[in-house]
């Protein structure tokens, strides 16, 4: 290959050309390769766009049913701690004042420290 073969096919992969300045300009892009582009570029986007509703549903979907099963945890765990005070709060009300024992007097005990020698301290 001469080396006119090799411009012409860099000039063609770089879509770049040169002009008799010598400077590169972009080569012009014909109406009908721009509206084919966007012509096969339509379904790509809707494809996109449904595929992302549907994930985005499914993570709602996931997330709806992460939040019912941790609420209805919430809830069982309330509903026993109330079921376990109120059993607590029966049990007091039956007792009443009856276990209550009430200390007037206390008694001080004296310490003694005995060391190894036997002597009292």
Do not use: C
């Not at 549907?54 to 309330?78: E, K």
């Not at 001080?108 to 020698?117: G, L, T």
């Amino acid at each position: 290959m001469n080396d006119e073969e090799r411009k012409i096919i860099i000039s063609r992969i770089a879509e770049y050309r040169q002009d008799e300045s010598g400077e590169f300009q972009r080569a012009p892009v014909s109406p009908l390769n721009r509206w084919l582009t966007y012509a096969m570029l339509i379904p790509v986007v809707v494809v996109m766009v449904f595929a992302s509703i549907f994930f985005f549903a499914a993570f709602l979907a996931l997330v709806a049913v992460a939040v019912v099963i941790v609420g209805i945890r919430f809830w069982w765990l309330r509903r026993k701690h109330e079921k376990t005070m109120q059993q607590f709060n029966d049990m007091n009300r039956q007792s009443g004042m009856d276990q209550a024992v009430i200390i007037e007097d206390a008694q001080i005990i004296e310490e003694i420290e005995v060391h190894r020698s036997g002597q009292k301290k």
